[in-house]
């Protein structure tokens, strides 16, 4: 995976490895090209999509959709672009951490996988937890018992957690099938809200007035730094880059499939918000159940419950599909670490069976165990929901930063008839990496605001300030280790 000097003084691309699968022999393995381009529009639309936020957005009124399109423009597109053109520059197994490497060196691209791999933690029990929630609708009221009860929410998330990952350990010619399934599930929930707010519309008139006022984002404070929590919704389309050499002809495929799921999740977060807020007026929907809230309130409106556990089963599913296309895609960040010898040596060890990095998927899965149980010590199933969001914010974003200088610093390097440049090519590129890195910079920023009602803002700060620092001194730390194990290794 090691960059060489060219004469030229740049550096050549980047070969794919040839990984040593387990056994005594000297049989070299890679993983399987398994996914086609239905798979990776799939998966994209999994990864892209995250129902929750729909609900949050509905919560500021319809100028969430204003919102919506800013964050499209600003960051998606600026993000979309350039994974684009770096995945057909270098469309070797591990993405971000090769783009990174490549434009700032060992340290950067190890760095910039540690923090989004730690970043990733606190996403799978928050979004089992959002699957465990609307799990109850699917038995009415004879289930919201467990609604506020701790021990439900932990065990779904066990037993969920350890069956993705024996699917993924498996393969991912097995595991995509629920990335699949849950990707499908993603939009139908989309569209049952618009189509049953529709029917209330035209019955008892909308919940929530649409007008040229209510449309207008407020540029208060508090309520620009809910517009970074709507940022981070759109990240994502940069994880199946993660495992390049696992896509069937990845510089054709990718972009496309990027593309075509472009579309569908900017589709899915507008026009299900404007379908949320058609059954609820704002201050009426929750950020836990606000999704199935609508879909039952709306429901019971129109006398279509029948539809209510259907609803809530798509949700759901769709959930543990993301929670399963992230094990999969984030566990391939440690996979190449360990090729690289930065990790130890077993985290780029090949199931002799499977082909698949399985240590690296078991880490992932243990780690985000400890996690469930973290998040639910002293507080709330709701506490524990918001504690778990916030936790993961601030730094998801900062790989972005590196994503971006990287796109920015590697337009210095020539781009042959295989790359997909951006449109306008190298000033444009320049232009979309200078927005990206300015738009995660501000959502970074406003993340670091507590909230209003904080009894200790400054305190709160320091813990946030604090934390990111230990987070990257402890990878640092896991660098220099790696670094003399190598040296010893070459004694």
């Known amino acids: 995976m090691t960059a060489t000097n060219s004469p030229s003084g740049i550096r050549a691309p980047l070969k794919s490895p040839l990984i040593p699968a387990l056994g005594s022999g000297a049989e070299l393995a890679q993983p399987k090209r398994t996914m086609g381009f239905l798979?990776?529009?799939?998966?994209?639309?999994?990864?892209?999509?995250?129902?929750?936020?729909?609900?949050?957005?509905?919560?500021?009124?319809?100028?969430?959709?204003?919102?919506?399109?800013?964050?499209?423009?600003?960051?998606?597109?600026?993000?979309?672009?350039?994974?684009?053109?770096?995945?057909?520059?270098?469309?070797?197994?591990?993405?971000?951490?090769?783009?990174?490497?490549?434009?700032?060196?060992?340290?950067?691209?190890?760095?910039?996988?540690?923090?989004?791999?730690?970043?990733?933690?606190?996403?799978?029990?928050?979004?089992?937890?959002?699957?465990?929630?609307?799990?109850?609708?699917?038995?009415?009221?004879?289930w919201n018992y467990l609604s506020n009860d701790a021990n439900?929410?932990?065990?779904?998330?066990?037993?969920?957690?350890?069956?993705?990952?024996?699917?993924?350990?498996?393969?991912?010619?097995v595991g995509k099938w629920l990335h699949n399934a849950g990707a499908v599930a993603m939009w139908l929930p989309v569209v049952i809200i618009i189509g049953m707010g529709a029917i209330a519309w035209h019955r008892f008139g909308s919940a929530t007035s649409f007008n040229a006022t209510s449309l207008i984002p407020s540029i208060r404070f508090k309520d620009m730094i809910f517009w970074s929590s709507l940022t981070f919704a759109f990240g994502g389309c940069e994880t199946a880059s993660f495992m390049g050499e696992e896509i069937k002809n990845t510089r054709r495929t990718l972009p496309w499939a990027l593309f075509s799921a472009g579309l569908v999740v900017t589709f899915c977060y507008v026009v299900g918000t404007v379908g949320v807020l058609l059954a609820l007026p704002p201050d009426q929907v929750s950020n836990l159940q606000g999704l199935m809230q609508a879909i039952a309130r709306t429901a019971g409106r129109i006398g279509f419950f029948w539809i209510i556990p259907v609803a809530s089963g798509f949700i759901a599913l769709s959930n543990l599909g993301a929670a399963s296309a992230f094990l999969a895609a984030v566990a391939r960040l440690p996979f190449v670490a360990g090729i690289d010898r930065f990790l130890p040596p077993v985290f780029g060890k090949l199931h002799p069976r499977w082909r698949t990095p399985y240590v690296a998927l078991i880490l992932q899965a243990v780690c985000a165990a400890v996690f469930v149980f973290l998040g639910q010590a002293g507080t709330s199933v709701k506490g524990a929901y918001d504690v778990l969001v916030s936790m993961g914010i601030?730094?998801?974003?900062?790989?972005?930063?590196?994503?971006?200088?990287?796109?920015?610093?590697?337009?210095?390097?020539?781009?042959?008839?295989?790359?997909?440049?951006?449109?306008?090519?190298?000033?444009?590129?320049?232009?979309?990496?200078?927005?990206?890195?300015?738009?995660a910079s501000l959502t970074i920023a406003l993340s670091f605001v507590p909230s209003p009602g904080e009894a200790h803002p400054v305190l709160a700060i320091a813990k946030v300030v604090g934390g990111t620092g230990v987070l990257v001194a402890v990878g640092a730390f896991l660098y220099w280790l790696g670094q003399k194990r190598a040296r010893q290794a070459n004694a």
Request: glycine content about 8%; aromatic content about 20%; overall charge positive.
């Open 152 to 173: 439900f929410y932990i065990v779904f998330s066990i037993i969920t957690l350890t069956i993705v990952t024996f699917l993924n350990v498996v393969g991912l010619d």
């Open 39 to 142: 798979d990776l529009v799939l998966f994209y639309v999994v990864t892209g999509i995250s129902l929750r936020w729909i609900a949050t957005a509905a919560s500021a009124g319809p100028s969430a959709v204003i919102i919506w399109f800013g964050a499209w423009l600003t960051f998606y597109t600026p993000l979309a672009l350039s994974v684009i053109e770096l995945s057909s520059r270098y469309p070797q197994e591990g993405g971000l951490y090769v783009w990174t490497k490549r434009a700032f060196g060992d340290f950067g691209g190890f760095i910039c996988a540690w923090i989004y791999w730690t970043s990733n933690l606190p996403y799978f029990p928050a979004v089992l937890y959002f699957a465990a929630s609307n799990i109850l609708y699917m038995r009415g009221d004879r």
């Open 394 to 439: 601030i730094t998801y974003f900062l790989p972005y930063l590196f994503l971006f200088g990287a796109m920015f610093r590697l337009q210095r390097e020539p781009a042959g008839p295989e790359v997909i440049r951006v449109p306008g090519g190298k000033p444009i590129a320049l232009l979309l990496s200078c927005v990206g890195f300015s738009t």
